[in-house]
């Protein structure tokens, strides 16, 4: 049986360090939503199955989270949840036979930022609760392969707790920017919860995709670190230990999508970044992300995103410039 030394290991810890760092700098958050999940004691809030994570935060406790064929979770103040895609789930405060209220059907809006669910009068357990799609470079969902709820007990002087804290409060007093800001807030979030759970993992997050697969995360690594390099299919195999063929069939299988395409979207968010948050030409940013033609880097950005870059970029500044007063 083959054995890794401890220098072995440590390299290889380095490696996966070196990895997941290059990963979480293409970490985006886009929020789809957050309401407060208002329950009395005898109701049940019934809440739909979404095609995207659910987050909970409790504001008031104790309470049940019940998945729909799944477990049923305690939580009480300041308890966090992650629900995977795709499940059902209710919130109630135990109190033998109660009703259940479907949130859709009680949704009321209490601000641009934050929708209200109530089930009673009364808030005997409450939370806050968000769709959100969290992803890498636009392809790679953060919670894609997560199958059990994650659930953290925070303190109030765990640096998550705080972190919450700041998103509440920004939910609280919606202004402009507030979308734009509670995403760098939640990203934050996720951030300091990969890190908690890597610490209680040694090291390893087994949903953290794809950090499991070592040869998979040498070639990702590589489009990550300077996607403008001339990769191809046989130099990102190569990186991989593998084959071009099962290289290019396991990518795609991970990841939906095939290497080369990957990449090719991967440049091309880049780029858009670069045109939000930056006044250099079109041109220079084409080059930059491995472009030399800047026609066809045109023609791929509008595919991509349906409009072309200088009408892009345009378009965003008109959504961070405040009206006149």
Known sequence: MLTCSPTTETHLDLERTSYLEKLLSTLEVQVRGFALCRVQRG????????????????????????????PSLPFSKHDFFVVPANLGQSIFVPNGHVVDIRGVDVLSTLDDALLRMS???NADAATVCGRIDAGFSGRIGLF?????????????????????GAVLAELAAPQLGTRALLETLLKQCLVLLIRRRMQAGGGRVSWLLPAGDERLSAALAAMLENSAE????????????????????????????PPMAFLRDLRLRHAARLLETTELPVQAIAESVGYTSRSYFT??????????????????RRQVTPPPS
């Open 43 to 70: 109701h049940r809030l019934v809440l739909d199955a979404m095609n995207a994570p659910m987050i909970h935060y409790a504001l008031k406790g104790p309470g049940v989270l019940e998945i729909h064929g799944g």
């Open 299 to 316: 023609r791929a950005f509008r595919t991509l995103y349906g409009i072309d870059p200088r009408s892009f970029r345009a378009r965003k």
């Open 119 to 121: 089930a009673g009068r």
């Open 230 to 257: 001339a990769h191809t299919l046989r130099s990102l195999s190569r990186r991989a230990g593998m084959s071009r063929s099962a290289f290019a069939l396991r990518f795609t299988i991970t990841f939906g999508q």
């Open 144 to 164: 894609d392969t997560l199958r059990e709820p994650i659930i953290e007990h925070l303190s109030k002087d765990d640096p998550l707790h705080h972190a919450f």
